[in-house]
């Protein structure tokens, strides 16, 4: 079955102990991106990665990391978490960039609790 | 981007067909519309695609006048796991920067 898998689906740390969100898909897709999802502010981009070792920051990075050193992992890493990054966090991954064809798939979400 | 608006919720009954509009004046010669379906603390899913003219899938019917400033996501029949938030997503950047207003919330009724 086609999927983007995160792990875990819920999560509850303390500040500033480092943790990483891992992200995977199946379909062989280049792109692949994160994002988080707050109340009253929807979807807001994190990164995103055009293939692999290859990233870009979002409208909202500050505080995230990611790598991708395999095409079918996307992980997002918060080095040292805050409770203002207590978020819904969403990882997609399309086929296509633009145009036609770029369904995104998301994975079904973590949900990040920093106390 | 081209900026869309959608209505901010919407209500119907089970059975009855639901159309919800997106107008977007802005949008640009190589924008594509897309729709995308999310349930609460779930990912969003994608529902159907268009350029111009009708598209349908299993699921829904996208409408799209000559004009192209505005669509329409038909749903026929809907039923109570319809309730959701809808998404009107138009721009040329596609996938690299997925671009998700407010939604329309739709709520079905027995």
């Known amino acids: 079955e086609a999927q983007v898998t995160q792990n875990p689906r819920y999560l509850i740390t303390v500040t500033g102990k480092k943790l990483t969100v891992t992200c995977s898909q199946n379909?062989?897709?280049?792109?692949m991106s994160w994002y988080r999802q707050d109340p009253g502010l929807g979807l807001r981009q994190i990164y995103y990665?055009?293939?692999?070792?290859?990233?870009d920051k979002g409208d909202v990075p500050e505080g995230y990391k990611v790598s991708r050193k395999e095409k079918r992992n996307f992980p997002l890493i918060l080095e040292s978490p805050s409770p203002n990054q207590t978020s819904l966090y969403f990882c997609?991954?399309?086929?296509?960039?633009?145009?036609?064809?770029?369904?995104?798939?998301f994975g079904q979400g973590t949900r990040l609790t920093v106390v | 981007l081209a900026k869309t608006t959608q209505p901010i919720s919407m209500d119907s009954y089970e059975g009855q067909e639901v159309n919800i509009t997106c107008s977007h004046n802005?949008?640009?010669?190589?924008?594509?519309i897309t729709w995308y379906q999310q349930f609460p603390s779930q990912g969003p899913r994608f529902i159907i695609q268009?350029?111009?003219t009708k598209v349908t899938n299993e699921v829904a019917s996208l409408f799209i006048p000559a004009d192209r400033k505005s669509s329409t996501l038909s749903l026929p029949r809907v039923s109570l796991s319809d309730t959701a938030v809808y998404y009107c997503?138009?721009?040329?950047?596609?996938?690299?920067?997925?671009?998700f207003g407010t939604g329309t919330r739709l709520l079905v009724s027995p």
């Open positions: 997609a991954s399309s086929f296509g960039l633009r145009g036609a064809n770029t369904e995104a798939f």
């Open positions: 379909m062989n897709h280049e792109y």
């Open positions: 990665s055009m293939n692999v070792e290859v990233t």
């Open positions: 802005n949008i640009a010669t190589n924008d594509y």
């Open positions: 268009g350029y111009k």
């Open positions: 997503l138009v721009g040329d950047t596609g996938f690299q920067k997925l671009v």
